[in-house]
């Protein structure tokens, strides 16, 4: 890249997020109402423009296919009927959710004084994302329902769908009357575009990266803005020697095969010894299509298992392989779940209540189940609407990431002339 | 410095790092009555200790006044023993807290299972400061009351009194039988240790830098973990043309004159153009020990003012100094607020009760007043308790950042067999 081009595109990145600062003013002063409307419109319009969106993903499609995208990512650049119809009802959701912006969560009467504290907007967020084009709309949308202006940044293979599906969006937000720059969508494809937006401190407030953790680490290298991370779900279930093991098979069932290649699915599995032989093989025929990768000890219960690496332990498959491990006590299945989980979501099985409770007490995860599918580990399940993500960060915002969680507060302190003395 | 040394560096900040990674998990364990009794015991031995601490300081104050550091930057060093009474009572009153750690902060109840929103440690904590030795009190206690491991790094100025105040603590941790690196000190002095500590990610959690901004805008650039910033207060207030004067006159002098050395004193005053002839001259006798720094039309009616520049506005004097600026509008006042301030506290003062609405709405800072003292924007004032600083970033904690501020929370999912459908 020429020097030209490098100074381009930062007076380009700096350009938008000036322009989404100015925005984000006029966010902040925007009623519910207003943001709602924009939301009403965004969603007959994406409805409207179904045609349009369609002949823009295949012009992506087309290059990505003939760039030799791999089958699973294709699948996730491609736009169906059924996919904008979710899309569409997605954006229909998020507008009918109660308004984050504003309430008054706390008042406290300390001396001489009100003080209350008011959810307001965060100001200016950036999303960068990878080649799920309905990301486009649910990050925008998101953004508008709690008051923030965005950034969008996509991977460059999903970017001629982004372009049609935020064509939508701001024609909604200029029908609303909100300011132009509310949403914007960065074109330029260089990683240098990402490198420089997440480095606007005090013009971008919060970066929010989603994809694969090569992406996440690249842009925490480089930020100066504070980042939300999302990164990996190597979720686990701890079948433990209370259990019951007829609940077990069904927990780890659904875990592992309601959806495969989310971040909530289960990744790996630990049994307590004494009851690996009554529970391994009968989960293993009833996983019949899973590729099993366990311990010696595993193997001798379930022969068709292969050998598991250190490294197998510790991976996100995203996919039909589980790894198992037979441990001695819940205490080691603790440690392993801190040695290799992602703090994501981790889960026991057992019918003994104190052991459920050390379970919750030891693992320091953003969720921990107990009896329960790894798979309810969800901002719509959890009934908070819809969800940016999954945090696998501790501050501000853990677990499912919603719209309050796309929200700060302010302090606001109502006088009569009141002095410190 | 030579290779060997920054390696040592490196390899020594790690062994810190996964010591207090280690410790947090013992703390998490620990029940609130516990982590009280190493409070208790951390007060009284600081007390009794007394001697050793202020001869510790006086080594560190001996060096550096040899050294010629500012009258200020001495004065912020000194332990006097009134200066610890202080501290042992802030120590006292964090263990009288109420315990932030554990509580149910929500109970939902999803298709057949209960969430549970649990209050827990964030888990290892890095404060990083400059040279008032009572931080490393302070900071200490409030990681233990909030069940956070912590690493405590002074200015190397303060290192001798840092090392005898740690010792006394550490002790009363060893009493209470929590893990012995729950509170750690870096003894080395080199920047390059601070470097390392910022980069712990997946070790460390959380970064609090207290101090200048030049050590925060380092710590930002450095950090792959998380960071709170406790920057610069450039405090506003706005006498509105509908202020009752004589109320003007009693909070501007409060929040200038009270304490003139911290962040929330008032810098920076806007008078409504409506009341400037009424209100500057009087305000200018009253604030005689204060120079005045102001626009031309403030100098009209106080004479003594000096001309201000453009930096004048922006800037945090901690001192007997105030920019002062005559305005046409409430808009002209939060619009200067948003250019020159720093999002910490500004506040309106006036009788009009819809003025006092569109400046709250307008002004997008951390605290905003109405008719109060810039003053009040305090943690402990506003009943929040003791606080480790104050925040002017909008992520996690934004204003008077306290215990609970210190901890974040997970999700409980508990079913009987619940799956996803």
Known sequence: MSEETREDIGAYVRRVALASREASRGLRAASGAQRNRALVEAARLLHERRAAIKAANAVDYGAAERGGLAAAMLDRLLLTDARIDDMVRG???ISAMED???AVEGVRRPDGFLLEKVRVPIGVVAIIYESRPNVTADAACLCLKSGNACILRSGKEAMESGKAITAAITEAVAL???PAASVQYIERTEHQGVTELVRQSGIVDLVVPR???ALIRRVVEDATVPVIKHFKGVCHLYVDRAADLAMALEVVENSKMQKVGVCNTLESLLVHADVA?????????RLERVELRGCERTRRFVPRAKAATEEDYAREYLDYILS??????LEEAASRIERYGSQHTDGIITQDSRAA???VAAVDSAVVTVNASTRLADGGVF?????????TDKLHARGPMGVRELTSYKWVVRGDGTLRR
């Open 91 to 93: 954006v229909r959701e």
């Open 100 to 102: 984050p912006v504003g």
């Open 176 to 178: 609303a009357g909100l």
């Open 211 to 213: 994809g694969g953790e």
């Open 277 to 285: 032989a009554g529970f391994l093989p009968r989960i293993a025929s």
């Open 324 to 329: 198992v491990k037979v441990v001695d006590s």
């Open 357 to 359: 409770e050390a379970f």
């Open 383 to 391: 009934g908070l609407g819809a969800e940016i993500g999954i945090s």
